[in-house]
Each structure stands twice: as C-alpha cells, then as structure tokens.
C-alpha cells in the first residue's frame, strides 16, 4: 500500500497569509496527487488534481506542484472561507488519502 | 447539474444489516467508476471500494474487503454500500465520490462527491 503523510498536523494562520501544506508518498506516485478541501460535516471538495490542474471553479489562490514522492498545496492570500481541512490523495495505485492537515485562525 | 444524492442517516443495533444508496443524475451514471469513502468521528478519509456501474465489477480495499458490499442499479441510476451484520465501529460518515470513465485505462481523483451518510451502530 501507497502511505501518504501530510504536514504539518494543525496550522494556525491569519487572513492574507501564505499558507503551504506538504504531502509525501512513501513511494514515486507519478503526479497522480489530487488535494481536497473539507469543511465539518461536508462532503471534500476537489481542489486540484493531477499535482497541479487547478479544478474549474476552484479560486486561483490555491495551487499544486510537485512529483515523484513530495507535493505541495500553496493558499496565496488566506481568505475567511479557507479555514477548512486539507486531504492529499493518490491514485497511482488504488486510493489513499493523507491524514489532513486543519488550517486554524491564529 | 451533475450531482450525487446519498440517503438519510441511519441508526442500527449491531449485528442489523444496512444498505445505504447514492443516485447518480447529470450525467451518464453507467459511465463512471463510483467509489465509496469512510470518516470515522473525527478521522480521516480512507477508501473502501469502487464499483463499474456498466457491468457491476468491483475492487475492495483490503482493510475492507469481506466486511461491506458495493452494488449498483443502473435502472435507477443507484449505488449502494451494504453490510450484513453491523458492528459498533462501523459508525462513520459515509461518501460516495465518481470517479474516472469507465474508459479510462488509468485511475483518477474523485470530482463530484455526495453530500455523505451517518451511520450509527449503537445498542
């Protein structure tokens, strides 16, 4: 099974603030890496697929890069509506899901 | 508009069964790879499945393969998630998410999600 880790765990951030969220693959996935924003007690939401192919409708602050085993998910301008949960997610072999990192008001 | 309906929450005695369902409209269901994903209170994501509604062929994930059943209505554009006898950890929020065409050759990221399903196994 593919293992995907995120960090950090909890990040606490302001409005306006750049904001990055790493996930590893414990090993090569291509970029077949999708990210996912979820709020309590709805469904996730795509946010970018392919590494970095930003979902239509998806605002244009949230970006993706990376391949092989290390991604990023880069919030330019944190906005009130971004604080949420975020999933990184392969599909190189089946689906795993990180574990989620929770973008906090400081 | 292109969505997927899940049903109700449900609340079950362990060792009840269940089957929970997700219809598909705006597009042609028989077409797309249906997965479903667990959330258990507080937890992560974690796929169970997938199912080919054209012809019913599915994968399970190995940690629940055996526990749970993926099938498929295609008459009335329907996905279903079953269990024969609950268990109080099967608690969890429930999704079912599309993913590829059933033509696609290589697996892809799940773009349209339903709203989710609580399932409470409780005595």
């Known amino acids: 099974?593919?293992?995907?880790?995120?960090?950090?765990?909890?990040?606490?951030?302001?409005?306006?603030?750049?904001?990055?969220?790493?996930?590893?693959?414990?090993?090569?996935?291509?970029?077949?890496?999708?990210?996912?924003?979820?709020?309590?007690?709805?469904?996730?939401?795509?946010?970018?697929?392919?590494?970095?192919?930003?979902?239509?409708?998806?605002?244009?602050?949230?970006?993706?890069?990376?391949?092989?085993?290390?991604?990023?998910?880069?919030?330019s301008s944190l906005q009130p509506d971004d604080f949420a949960t975020y999933y990184c997610q392969q599909y190189n072999s089946y689906w795993t899901f990180g574990q989620g990192t929770k973008v906090e008001i400081k | 508009e292109v969505q997927l309906v899940q049903s109700g929450a449900d609340v079950k005695k362990p060792g009840e069964s269940l089957r929970i369902s997700?219809?598909?409209?705006?597009?042609?269901?028989?077409?797309?790879?249906?997965?479903?994903?667990?959330?258990?209170?507080?937890?992560?994501?974690?796929?169970?499945?997938?199912?080919?509604?054209?012809?019913?062929?599915?994968?399970?994930?190995?940690?629940?393969q055996g526990h749970v059943t993926i099938s498929v209505d295609t008459s009335i554009n329907t996905a279903y998630l079953q269990w024969s006898s609950l268990k109080a950890s099967d608690t969890a929020m429930y999704f079912c998410a599309r993913g590829e065409g059933i033509e696609v050759v290589t697996p892809s990221h799940f773009d349209i999600w339903g709203q989710g399903t609580t399932v409470t196994v409780s005595s």
């Open chain 1, 1 to 75: 099974d593919i293992q995907m880790t995120q960090s950090p765990s909890t990040l606490s951030a302001s409005v306006g603030d750049r904001v990055t969220i790493t996930c590893r693959a414990s090993q090569t996935i291509s970029n077949w890496l999708a990210w996912y924003q979820q709020k309590p007690g709805k469904a996730p939401k795509l946010l970018i697929y392919k590494a970095s192919s930003l979902e239509s409708g998806v605002p244009s602050r949230f970006s993706g890069s990376g391949s092989g085993t290390e991604f990023t998910l880069t919030i």
């Open chain 2, 22 to 64: 997700c219809e598909g409209s705006g597009y042609s269901f028989p077409n797309y790879w249906i997965s479903w994903v667990r959330q258990m209170p507080g937890r992560g994501l974690e796929w169970m499945g997938r199912i080919d509604p054209s012809d019913s062929y599915t994968n399970y994930s190995p940690s629940f």
